[in-house]
Nanobody, 127 residues
Framework: EMQLVESGGGLVQAGGSLRLSCAAS????????IGWFRQAPGKEREAVSC???????MYADSVKARFTISRDDAKNTVYLQMNSLKPEDTGIYYCAALRGEVVPHGPLPYSYEYDNWGQGIQVTVSS
């Protein structure tokens, strides 16, 4: 059974940092691109970042230069380092796995392209 489990969320003051982890099991991790999404209260889920099987990375404009995605295939884990956090970064963060072609440095894949999702983890940034 494919499983993704997020960790590392919490409450942080504006300007602070958090590192989210997405631990995968039940599938061949290195065959999948991994994405991060977030959903703020009352808003639609939005794509934040994606890392391809080759390690190419993509970011939403709102997080570029502040967030860094990385993967460790030996640990079946993807990380999202979030720096200079803003109150508008508040939301539930989800990781998701996509088996298929992802254009390096192209547009972020849509949510429907992903095959499996984690349960989500809360990130709250206070002003």
């Amino acid at each position: 059974e494919m499983q993704l489990v997020e960790s590392g969320g919490g409450l942080v003051q504006a300007g602070g940092s958090l590192r989210l982890s997405c631990a995968a099991s039940g599938f061949t991790f290195e065959d999948y691109a991994i994405g991060w999404f977030r959903q703020a209260p009352g808003k639609e889920r939005e794509a934040v970042s994606c890392i391809t099987t080759d390690g190419d990375t993509m970011y939403a404009d709102s997080v570029k230069a502040r967030f860094t995605i990385s993967r460790d295939d030996a640990k079946n884990t993807v990380y999202l380092q979030m720096n200079s956090l803003k109150p508008e970064d508040t939301g539930i963060y989800y990781c998701a796995a996509l088996r298929g072609e992802v254009v390096p440095h192209g547009p972020l894949p849509y949510s429907y392209e992903y095959d499996n999702w984690g349960q989500g983890i809360q990130v709250t940034v206070s002003s």
